[in-house]
């Protein structure tokens, strides 16, 4: 009995001590980093976004093979890559929403947002009796459902904007991301812009406070939600709606055309930026002007230092950049759903590689 | 005899070095305990300082406003946690009762087996089955049934959208029924046979010498098992987040969606970008880790105060 209870205890104790090691993950993925990076000269290390992971594994495969340069990606997420980065524990960082003013001034200016890809956002939704029809959507009525003043699926504003669909009465149970993500981060900020009172009420992050709805972990679990509960409505990246099958929405851009979502109409967003020589690119695309562009639409960033401790880390990144953007590497991206950079933005990004 | 000893202890080395290595062994784990309360002190401190006891007893969590409060946090892990004992701790107790005292001999071995395996399958793997099997089957089945017939209570109403408090505490039973089933099943196996045959020379038909002498004996150890059980529940992140709808909301319906303390955690805590953000996770950890401390002391003097009260045989606890 005595036997029994000690290691009763025992494994409450151990327990109770994976409960609490929990929020240590983050800073043990530092350490690894950091060693790396300090011990294998001729391999790069990066951290962050998850979005662009697929593209970014085959991308670092493919460099390795005819470079021999080997880059030790970890795809944490964006908020641990922006930390890495400015903590100077990885040679460059990625992320899905650009560093904001404060974030930069924390490294002093000293950062470089390279764009490497496209990836849209799609409504994607579950509504019975609907058959094939694609819902229309315009940016003041998505935010209404998800500030939860649309809660029926026959409101009259979203039947309005379809015409002849046949809307069941029920109610729009909304799906969210419970997990900080870059996908939520794109979103949130297409809301902000079309809707005032999303913008002050909730405004724009990796994760925001929800009016309404189900939080579903990761792209998949926002996926399932979907699929599995007639009435609902959600927001994914692309490539997760069309591996499921799932329906998506064709949302109304700027200069009011109905876009469905493909990588045509999302680099078309990306050519609509007119970004200047001397752009830093962290600009937003969503809402982008442009008759084909689609509204929610967003470049990843890598995230490399303007002025390198290490010259020749520095060169091995300016190297990697100026294959990523080059046309072999592009072309890979769009086999993954991600679209690939418009041609003026190729030329601006190998300007400032070049300055660099 | 002392001087004999303590000469083959000194001409012992090996002695002194094993000792040595089970020293350090031993000091490790407090060591890592302080280490583990004062890093994530450390890490919580700007939200402490910032939001105070306050915290506790807030509800809003708006990371864009650099707002946090973890009471619905505290709310979904306490109820998630005590839907799971409410379900697993009677079904458990039965089957260990069942295996110890009714089953026949062949397939004592066998089921206690299959239930041990429950314990050894990744929380993960729960989390999968619980989002494509048991939350289409609670959605179609269960719940509109308990609505039906137990809707007047406020805690079956409301609409019903599958992920939910009561899907997250049906899966958490499921994983925490193992580890209560086979410690009371050791437990029960621990009491002397002689208590069961005094019981039934008295004239006890079988349920009343369980009940009687068995259960009573072994009552300390059992409660024992249910902590444990709670301690893995109140811990558990990954099954959860998959299934509770992770709503930062206290609702009375347990159809409705809401968050744990861990998977709040596991799910903020990778795109946190905030400072604020950062520290606030850092203090639901800590507060978590408070809840698991204090569930586990209470468990120790309702154990201590259980066995006190009761016969000679629990005294060995």
């Known amino acids: 009995m005595i036997r029994q209870f000690t290691s009763a205890l025992l494994l409450g104790t151990i327990g109770l001590a994976s409960a609490a090691c929990s929020p240590k993950d983050a800073p043990k993925e530092t350490g690894r980093a950091e060693s790396s990076a300090a011990t294998a000269t001729g391999t790069l290390t990066g951290a962050g976004a998850t979005f662009p992971n697929p593209i970014y594994t085959k991308w670092f495969d493919a460099y390795a093979r005819t470079t021999g340069v080997r880059i030790n990606y970890q795809s944490i997420g964006s908020g641990g890559g922006i930390r890495q980065f400015t903590e100077g524990t990885v040679d460059f960082g990625a992320s899905d929403g650009p560093m904001t003013d404060a974030q930069v001034a924390a490294v002093q200016g000293n950062v470089v947002h390279i764009p490497t890809v496209l990836g849209a956002v799609v409504l994607t939704y579950n509504v019975p009796g609907l058959g094939t029809t694609a819902l229309k959507f315009d940016g003041p009525t998505i935010a209404d459902i998800f500030l939860g003043k649309i809660t029926r699926w026959n409101d009259r504003r979203i039947a309005a904007l379809n015409p002849g669909a046949k809307l069941p009465a029920g109610d729009i149970i909304v799906a969210h991301r419970s997990d900080g993500s870059g996908t939520s981060y794109i979103f949130t900020d297409y809301l902000s812009k079309v809707s005032p009172e999303w913008s002050t009420k909730v405004g724009k992050s990796t994760s925001v406070n929800w009016p309404v709805g189900l939080g579903g972990k990761g792209n998949e679990g926002v996926t399932q939600q979907v699929k599995q509960n007639p009435g609902s409505l959600g927001y994914v990246e692309l490539i997760y709606a069309v591996s499921n099958k799932l329906p998506y929405a064709e949302v109304k851009n700027a200069s009011g055309a109905f876009i469905e979502p493909s990588l045509a109409s999302v680099t078309a967003a990306a050519e609509g930026a007119n970004l200047g020589p001397d752009t830093d690119f962290r600009v937003s695309i969503t809402n982008a002007p442009g008759a084909a562009a689609y509204p929610i639409s967003s470049f990843t960033w890598l995230l490399v230092h303007k002025t390198a401790k290490d010259p020749a880390r520095a060169a091995e990144i300016r190297k990697f950049c100026t294959w990523m953007i080059g046309s072999e590497a592009q072309a890979m991206a769009s086999g993954l759903q991600y679209a690939p950079l418009p041609a003026p933005v190729v030329e601006l990004v190998k300007a400032r590689l070049g300055s660099m | ?317």
């Open chain 2, 1 to 317: 005899m002392t001087a004999t000893r303590a000469g083959l202890f000194r001409r012992s080395h090996g002695d002194r070095v094993f000792r040595g290595i089970l020293t350090v062994a031993a000091v490790i784990i407090p060591v890592l305990l302080a280490l583990l309360i004062w890093q994530l002190w450390g890490q919580a401190e700007p939200a402490v300082s910032r939001f105070g006891l306050g915290f506790v007893t807030s509800s809003t969590w708006d990371p864009v406003a650099e707002q946090f409060g973890a009471l619905p946090l505290i709310f979904g892990t306490v109820v998630s946690s005590l839907i799971a004992l409410v379900i697993a701790v009677p079904l458990s107790l039965g089957v260990a009762i069942y295996l110890t005292e009714f089953a026949p001999a062949i397939v004592r071995q066998p089921v206690a087996f299959v239930i041990g395996l429950l314990a050894a399958i990744p929380s993960v793997v729960y989390g999968l089955w619980g989002i494509f099997v048991l939350i289409p089957f609670l959605r179609s089945s269960v719940f509109p049934l308990l609505r039906s017939t137990l809707g007047f209570l406020p805690l079956f109403q409301g609409t019903i959208y599958g992920p939910s408090m009561l899907a997250a505490g049906i899966i958490l039973a499921i994983m925490v029924m193992p580890y209560i089933m086979s410690v009371a099943r050791e437990v029960l196996l621990a009491v002397p046979n002689s208590q069961r045959e005094a019981a039934l020379a008295l004239g006890a038909t079988r349920w009343e010498a369980v009940t009687s002498a068995v259960l009573p004996y072994a009552r300390s150890g059992i409660i024992g098992a249910v902590i444990l059980g709670l301690g893995r529940a109140l811990g558990e992140t990954m099954a959860v987040t998959m299934l509770i709808g992770n709503r930062h909301e206290i609702a009375s319906s347990l159809f409705a969606p809401g968050y744990t303390m861990a998977a709040a955690i596991a799910n903020e805590f990778a795109e946190a970008v905030g400072n604020i953000h950062l520290s606030s996770l850092a203090y639901v950890a800590l507060v978590l880790f408070a809840v698991t401390v204090v569930v586990n002391a209470g468990a120790r003097l309702l154990i201590w105060r259980v066995a006190r009260g009761s016969g000679a045989g629990s005294s060995a606890l």
